[in-house]
């Protein structure tokens, strides 16, 4: 396939999950590729170019093709690259690692985000209840399997990194409990698994300065109160 | 393909433009199917069984395999039947097709949706003036083309039904002008095409009954103000 071997460029933001998603998914495929940066406060003409409809990272520039949407750009790069499939190659099982992926950003990402980032008392609330009803269904789902995928990584597992990584982060932050051992078993241990995989661990950023980032945020947020 | 001669269950209602992207993709493949309306004021059994994460419809069931969400099952039926293909084959114009697939359920959905059925005025000029916006990216994507998909129906069609269909039935309700063809010239006479595309034509609801259901739900909004 001619266009694999076109140079890769990824616009993105080291405390971003979903940047982190393309991160992963490059390092599977073992695709090599230019890194830059983004400053989100201050973002960059080539981000404006590449992505003017959002205006958001991750971007991935395959040549001179651009491509936001990180879940998008995963399953492209699944199909530019053949080596260590991301995707199953049954329709339906494809099918339920899109339906599983899109619950992640739907049904998780935005309610716990809100259970930490919410100045209201009871809209935050409200968003620590959806998380938790939200996270019962990730842990009836990955239940005693090593990764979402199976035995490998897969969709799900990429998209879900944001449970791995961030949400241990930020309930941290806010002294709260989300995905704790207790609560739900399976899906902590699959977030141990999982961030301790070589390809997961060597793309994930450094804790500190993203846990110094968020909680700067977190009490800005309760500050201005 | 033995899984394609599967029996097929469609739970619907139809005044939803989901359940109708489903139709539209059923007809395109030629797909034989059952029908059956769901009330959703009075879910069914089967419905909550097949859906339990979501208890909405569209939920098609191929054998005894259940699928939810829209443009996952679109897509699903896409690498099901392999005839009249949805999404292009080249992997770059695929992901650009989930792309906009996408913007349109994040971007023009809510938005347009809430310019009409939001009570509080402020909120609802605010969801105008983000309907505008993202529909105007439509207008430039869509330009001469006939179809998103170029001369044939594509993914970003059947996604764009909401558009072409639902968004002129309910700016009537409203009194508004979202898509008109001076706003949106080329966008307008896509959905002009679109809707009398004869695979189309048979995929929609019959207008009335949608214009009085959406109607009584929008007097009811504002008779309780």
């Not at 960059?44 to 395959?62: G, I, R, T």
């Not at 941290?172 to 739900?184: R, W, Y």
Request: negative net charge; hydrophobic residues 40%.
């Amino acid at each position: 396939m001619g266009s694999s071997q076109e140079e890769v460029t990824l616009l993105g933001a080291s405390g971003s999950p979903f940047v982190c998603r393309v991160k992963i998914a490059l390092k599977l495929k073992d695709v090599e590729y230019k890194y830059v940066e983004e400053n989100l406060g201050n973002k960059s003409e080539q981000l404006l170019k590449y992505n003017p409809v959002h205006k958001k990272v991750p971007v991935l520039v395959h040549g001179e093709k651009p491509l936001a949407e990180s879940l998008v750009i995963v399953e492209y790069i699944d199909e530019t690259w053949n080596n260590n499939p991301i995707l199953p190659s049954d329709p339906y099982q494809r099918a339920l690692a899109r339906f599983w992926s899109k619950f992640i950003d739907d049904k998780i990402v935005g309610a716990s985000w809100k259970s930490v980032f919410t100045v209201d008392e009871k809209e935050r609330e409200k968003n620590v209840a959806e998380a938790y009803e939200s996270l019962q269904f990730l842990e009836n789902e990955i239940k005693e399997k090593k990764f979402f995928g199976g035995e490998e990584l897969g969709l799900v597992d990429i998209a879900a990194v944001y449970v791995a990584f961030w949400i241990p982060l930020i309930q941290e932050i806010a002294g709260l409990e989300l995905l704790t051992s207790e609560k739900f078993p399976n899906l902590y241990r699959w977030g141990q698994e999982f961030v301790n995989h070589p390809i997961v661990k060597e793309s994930l950023p450094p804790r500190d300065p993203v846990f110094g980032f968020f909680k700067g945020r977190y009490e800005g947020l309760f500050a201005s109160k």
